[in-house]
């Protein structure tokens, strides 16, 4: 008996040359997915520990929670993340309706287009907010 | 195809010439061998540089084979062949193994994709040889056998999983009921055989399977294929009610349609242009419905 030739599963990958939009929406959302998990826990961490109730200070602006939040905004880097936080909510927002169309069985000869179209809209709607998340003076 | 009559015509003389010597039988095959490669080679260079640049192809081929020692090392071997309109992949690998390497080894059969021997990942993408143009191709065409399956030899890779899966669906009809009248034909109705036409196209040629890389990462999952053989009879009115039941169960297991994560790669790939996708979101909504019950 001849023995195959187990080809592995980096060469798999690599050989690769064609992707089409169903697959790139796929990686885009576990991507996307999984970059919103580490913010959910980034987000819950930070603030958690920001919470402190002092009345006195929360009415002068000087308590903790608010010093956090304006420490982190003077950050040039924190806006430049946001924006990057948006896009990548919005995307995965667009495309699990997407999904739950294909789910549906609603129009699955035209998946291609609507991965598409959630991309434009993404971009649209993160071009739209960079003023208002770098509009602000940095402090 | 030339060769094949020289190499006769060698053998003979040279088995009235060596047979007084004290030669091994061995050492004359050898001899032979040698002389037959440096012909073969001879021949191959005079062919190709007797082909115009212009209307030629070069075809990168990957070469594997582990009982030939020299070839366990996979490679790629190049082949320059002439083009001519109309000519498909699967036409451009026969000319490269009838004029230059006999060796060379793929699947083929019909040559007009009905019976689904030829999927090969040609420039990094699964298709039916002897249904794609090499005008629609970049050159040089680099082909290779389909990822995810281990490779035999050369272009053949080992369908055995794809078939077992196929079969796991249980694929044949079982009617509760059958006409009266043994020469009766079971009907179908022009509409349900509407929805379930496409899928009655499938020739198990493995693209599909190959360009999923669910399957690829869960060899327990049926794969569209099989799937799809399942919904062309799940959907099919005739099929009894028992049988109906009992391929739902297994089509709703673990590694059955919730596997699909609807990358539409199948859909791509299929030669057929079956609706794969679209098939197994209708079975997973079949397998729902089947298990709700609201009293």
């Known amino acids: 008996m001849s023995q195959s030739y187990n080809r592995g599963t980096v060469e798999d990958f690599g050989r690769w040359r064609e992707f089409t939009a169903g697959m790139w929406a796929w990686i885009f959302h576990k991507f996307t997915g999984w970059v919103l998990v580490g913010y959910l826990f980034t987000h819950i961490a930070v603030l958690s520990t920001a919470v402190g109730v002092d009345p006195a200070s929360a009415q002068a602006g000087s308590d903790l929670y608010t010093s956090t939040i304006s420490g982190l905004e003077s950050l040039l880097i924190v806006r430049f993340l946001e924006v990057g936080l948006l896009a990548v909510a919005v995307f995965h927002i667009l495309n699990g309706i997407r999904l739950l169309m294909v789910d549906l069985g609603v129009g699955l000869e035209s998946q291609d287009k609507s991965f598409y179209a959630s991309l434009l809209l993404t971009g649209a709607i993160v071009v739209a907010s960079v003023p208002t998340f770098l509009g602000g003076k940095l402090a | 195809m030339s060769t094949q009559i020289e190499q006769q015509e060698t053998e003979t003389e040279a088995d009235e010439e060596t047979e007084p010597e004290v030669e091994s039988p061995g050492d004359r095959r050898r001899a032979q061998r040698d002389e ?29 084979d582990p009982e030939v020692e020299g070839k366990q090392e996979p490679r790629f071997d190049d082949f320059r062949v002439p083009f001519h309109k109309g000519m498909t992949i699967l036409d451009a690998l026969i000319y490269a193994r009838d004029h230059y390497d006999s060796s060379l080894t793929f699947r083929h059969s019909c040559r007009q994709a009905v019976c689904g021997s030829d999927a090969l990942f040609v420039n990094g993408r699964q298709r039916l040889g002897c249904k794609t143009q090499i005008s629609e191709l970049d050159d040089p065409i680099r ?5 995810h399956q281990e490779v035999v030899k050369d272009l053949v890779v080992d369908m055995e999983h794809f078939y077992d899966q196929m079969e796991a669906v249980e694929p044949y009809f079982d009617a509760d009921e059958t006409p009266d009248d043994k020469l009766e034909e079971q009907r179908q109705t022009r509409e349900n ?13 493995g693209a599909c399977m190959s360009s999923c890389n669910i399957a690829a990462g869960d060899n327990e999952y049926l794969g569209p294929a099989a ?13 009894g009610e028992n049988r109906k039941q009992e391929r739902l169960r297994i089509i709703e297991q673990e590694h059955g349609v919730w596997r699909c994560q609807t990358q539409f790669s199948c859909t791509e790939v299929c030669p057929k242009d079956i609706p794969l996708t679209e098939h197994i979101q209708e079975l997973k909504r079949e397998a729902v419905k089947n298990n709700l019950k609201f009293w």
């Open chain 2, 36 to 64: 037959r490669q440096a012909q073969e080679q001879a021949q191959r260079e005079v062919e190709e540089e007797t082909l115009d640049d212009e209307d030629t192809i070069t075809l990168k081929v990957f070469r594997y």
């Open chain 2, 227 to 239: 799937i799809n053989k399942a919904y062309r009879f799940a959907m099919d009115e005739r099929e």
């Open chain 2, 193 to 205: 055989r509407e929805k379930v036409k496409m899928s009655t196209r499938c020739i198990w040629c």
């Open chain 2, 143 to 147: 082909i290779e056998p389909l990822p």
